[in-house]
């Protein structure tokens, strides 16, 4: 069940018989309403970077990392010395690689969400 929340009330969602998720006008709902003061507008940017800081560190680590990488030269030597041990296996390295980046990326995602 997924809540919608839009003018100052929110609707119920629910799966429907034909797999669509659907609004049920009957579960509508005033909420009490939070306006937004003076000094919390402008402190609101400081809890969004403290919120976001892990990730915002991380796109900078994997930036300059990106950034310093190919002038070493350890991306192009790495790759080369694994395609020459799969010699004829080569086109299996793509989805390997692609897999195995993606399920840690998702695993750390999961780890942070979870905390």
């Known amino acids: 069940m997924h809540v919608a929340v839009a003018g ?10 034909t797999g669509k998720m659907v609004v049920d006008p009957a579960t509508f709902h005033y909420v009490a309403q939070k306006p ?28 300059g990392s990106l950034n310093i990488l190919p002038k070493t030269g350890a991306i192009v030597a790495g ?14 390295l793509i989805p390997v690689l692609m897999t195995t980046l993606i399920s840690r990326q998702y695993n750390e995602f999961i780890k942070e969400v979870r905390c």
């Open 36 to 63: 937004t003061g003076f000094l919390d507008f402008f402190t609101s940017i400081n809890k969004g970077f403290k919120g976001g800081i892990t990730i915002i560190a991380f796109l900078f680590m994997v930036g």
């Open 8 to 17: 100052g009330g929110c609707h119920f969602y629910f799966d429907a018989h």
């Open 79 to 92: 790759l080369s010395a694994l395609v020459k041990k799969i010699r004829n296996h080569s086109i299996l």
